[in-house]
Structures are given as C-alpha cells and as structure tokens.
C-alpha cells in the first residue's frame, strides 16, 4: 500500500506523554493517566497531528517532507499557561526589595505601588510600545514552550486604556505564533481617581466597558479581583452578571489573599474556572468540585510574594477538583517559563510531574473553552507539541532552572529550534 504523505514527521523520541482529551477537565487519579509511548513518532499534515504512535508504525504508513530525528528526547503538548497579566508598561524591582525587607501585598497597594503604580505607566504607554514589550515576553514563553495563553486586561482602568491594552492582545493573538485569548479585567483595582467612591468605577465597569469591550468583540472572558479591599463578593457578582448578560463568560480571582468566598462566589455565576484559592474555604472547594470550575493554581505567584503558604493542591485533586497551572505573569510576578511552574507545582504543591503536565496542557486549555483544539496530543487537534531534551516527562520539575525545551512546533511549523 503506498505511503500517506504527511508535512513533518518526528520520529524516534525515547517517549510521547500524553494526556488524553475526553469531554471533561480531568480529575483525580484521571490527572495520572498518561498516554505514554516509547519510540514514539508523531505525523503532522497541514498544520493538525495525523497520527501519533510507535516509530515503526508511523514510517509504515506516513512519508513526508520533512523529518526531525528526536532520538533520546520527549514529545509532550506545547504549555497552556491559563492566567498571565500580558499587557503592562514598567516594571516593579524597587518592590522586590521591599518585599525581601518584609513589606506584604497590601502595605505596598496602600503606599501606591502594586498594581497602581503600573497603571499610571500602562496609562502613560503608547500601544505600540506595549506592543514591543509584550512581544518580548511572548518571544521567551515560546522559546520556554508555551503555545497558547490567556491574558488578562486591567492596568488601564479607563475606558480607552482597557480597550488599549486588549487591542494589543488582539493584534499580538494575529501576528505572533503564541496564540492568546483574552479577558476583560477592569475590576482589577479601585483606580486612586475613584479611591472615595468605588460603587462609581463598578458602575463604569459594567455600565460602559464591559458593553463596548464586547461590542467590539475584544474579549472572551470577564474576570474580577474579588478580595477584601478590592472588589467585594456583591461588587463582583454584579459584574460577572453583567459581563455573562454581554457574553463574557466568568472567570474569577478567588479567594487569594483572605478566606472572602471566591470560590463559593464562582460556583454560583457558573464561572469557568476559579483562581489562586489559596485562602479557600472546604466549603468553597466542594462546590466547584461538585459544578465542575476549575481550579487555576498558581505557585509561582506564591513564590514572588514571599509567602510560605501554597495552594493545596493534594486536597484538591482529592476532593476531585479539576486542576490548572499557570504563571500569573506581571509585574510582581514575572515568569515566563511555565516548567519553572511545575517544578514549583511539583516541590512545593506535592504534583506529580504528570499531574503538573495534565494541569499545564489539557485542564489548562479547558478554562479557555479549547480542549477540542489544543493541550493533547491525538489525531485531529492542532499540532502543537514540544521536544524535550530529556529522555522523559518525569524531568519535568526534576530539572529546573534551565530550560529543557529542544524544539517548539506550533500549528504544525518549526518556531523554535535550539537544536
Ligand atoms: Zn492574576
């Protein structure tokens, strides 16, 4: 029978790791279950795996154009990071020494840094210098293996800045491989000009931004800091309402720095997924475990705020909640290696190194509603996937510190070749 032709077949790898895709995020011992393959090849035509299975199989069925030798490395789906704050001008060093020294999040919110500080600079940015920094950042998560993200507005605060900074996205999502999807965060901070009268900037929030960010269609997701000193659980409900009404589906930051009932909050509006949760309740995790929010754990976060205290990520996968990992990309937190995340996830959470690849491929492209598309290897999904230079994924999180990342495909194109 003569050979079916393929693009590019990578041949030889020492192992495939897959998760497999199914309908659901996974959950529990399901985030074990890896499809594992030794000797693995995978065949690639126009852009979409065509089959993925033992070497001598693949050759007797597939020739192509192109071939990579992968022998001795690992073939895993390219990162979902599921939370990053992209879009921002500056940078926040002088808190970082601050931080050492012992200042908390909200000691430095209240002496206007944080996240205000960098919105006077995102403010005061053009687009097309926000454009040049993010594209940096994009340039280095490919290179580190993440091939579709999601990112957050909220360092502009106003009407035309929201919009500035998600137009940025919008353009950055058709013209850089890393794909991206987008989420409304103008309830990220009170901004200082509405310091004495927050219920004005919620009603702004959901009486102008959310109908014209939608009109313009420059957003998938809403999301809100619900947190005590930010965005109370009524404020936050309100614009989740209000983003759902316009199409915006929710998405929430929960329950990160106090026990405020984020999590509980998520549940009830239907929420995609709910993250941090570092401070949720049992109460609040049963419920999304029981509606099927996932969780965004985010250790990386932890770690740049200095805090002892990580996500308990154990109990979660036990009580049955589905688990995400993400970088929580920003100025305070700025990582743009998402194996830097599983090595945290590993070491400080107690994830396996499969439970931490299930988080950061498939339960991650879950919350951006692309499972069907992207974060497993399978016949059919978009050829997105990444050659380790190691022997296999269980050097995920082992090694860490330097990046493990040999080759970067992406819709089924060579984009990063460190070979
Ligand atoms: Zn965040």
Redesign the pocket.
Known sequence: MPRKQADLIIENASELATPEGGQKPLVGKQMLALRIIKDAAVAIRNGRIAAVNKTATIRSVFKASETIDAKGQTIVPGFVDP???LVFAGSREDEFTMRIKGAGYMEIHRKGGGILKTVAETRRASEAELIRGCKKTLDIMLEHGTTTLEA?SGYGLTVEDEIKCLRVLKLLHETHPVKIVATF?GAHAIPAEYEKCPSDYVKLVVEEMIPKVARSKLAEFCDV?CERGVFNIEQSRHILYAGKKYGLKPKI?AD?LTAFGGAELAAEVGAVSA??LLYASDKGLKTIADCGVIAVL?PA?SFALMIDRFTDARKMIEMGVPVALGT?F?PSCWVENQQMVIALACRQMKMTPAEALVASTINAARTLGKASEIGSLEPDKKADMLILDVPNHNFLGYRFGTNLVNRVIKDGKIVVDLE
């Open positions: 939370h990053t704050h957050k965060l800091f930051h990160e993250e941090h985010l976060a929580d920003n």
